[in-house]
């Protein structure tokens, strides 16, 4: 198929003749005077449209112009329109599992997509929203001035949400799996890292599943019991 730029001449705006056209089916038709390719046009209910200018005779198409004017439109728009994806912690999460976590916000950076920050609460978690915020403000620390806010921790529901941009240029394909520049230069050289895939991080959609779960089962012991304890054993002793 001959390629087609946009902000074409059509129809009537269309001088030269004859022209080769190219019907609405594929078809070669072949060197035609352009009066007559508008009227084959007409009659398609469709447009003529000048998709080789510089070509001798110009090459034509007989094609719905508008329709194909916002398709490419809208896989324009589609194609540079950022992703969004999804990285989820825990108030618990420790400090190894949580450098994997931000290994992995890297490697979306690195392909140029917006990364969303889930802090999960479950059971009397939500009640020490404090930690989230320490936690969030960390890894704002340790990005700097390598990423943008596009929203500042804020709950929503049971959980806490922060959303970052990478900065034009602050992420390469060279970047990717690597750690921010101020962790990285406070660790020492040549320090290996088993890093793997999380089951908690996936992309984020429009049905984003995050877990609400009011797991209390795993709660600490009441200070009844632990007093308790304490009194039996000075009894023995």
């Known amino acids: 198929m001959t390629p087609i730029n946009q902000n074409l001449r059509s129809n009537e705006q269309i001088r030269l003749s004859p022209i080769r056209l190219i019907d609405q089916n594929e078809q070669q038709i072949g060197v035609i005077e352009t009066a007559e390719a508008m009227r084959m046009a007409r009659d398609a209910g469709l447009d003529l449209v000048e998709v080789a200018p510089t070509a001798r005779p110009p090459v034509c198409r007989i094609m719905d112009y508008g329709k194909w004017k916002y398709a490419q439109k809208k896989k324009q728009k589609k194609h540079h329109e950022q992703q969004l994806k999804e990285v989820r912690l825990r108030p618990k999460t420790d400090a190894n599992d949580r450098r994997i976590k931000i290994r992995r916000a890297i490697q979306f950076f690195a392909k140029g997509s917006k990364v969303q920050f889930t802090m999960q609460f479950r059971g009397r978690e939500r009640f020490h929203r404090e930690i989230a915020f320490e936690i969030f403000e960390g890894i704002l ?24 941009t990478p900065v034009k240029g602050a992420f390469t394909a060279e970047t990717v799996g690597d750690k921010p520049a101020s962790q990285k230069a406070a660790e020492p050289a040549g320090k290996a890292e088993n890093i793997t895939d999380s089951d908690d991080i996936d992309d984020v959609d429009d049905s984003m599943d995050i877990e609400d779960d009011d797991d209390t089962s795993a709660e600490p012991e009441s200070d009844a019991s632990s007093e308790a304890g304490e009194t039996t054993q000075h009894a023995h002793e």
């Not at 620390?141 to 970052?164: A, H, N, T, Y």
């Open 141 to 164: 620390q340790e990005f700097g001035d390598q990423v943008k806010v596009d929203r500042r921790p804020s709950m929503e529901g049971r959980v806490m949400i922060m959303i970052l």
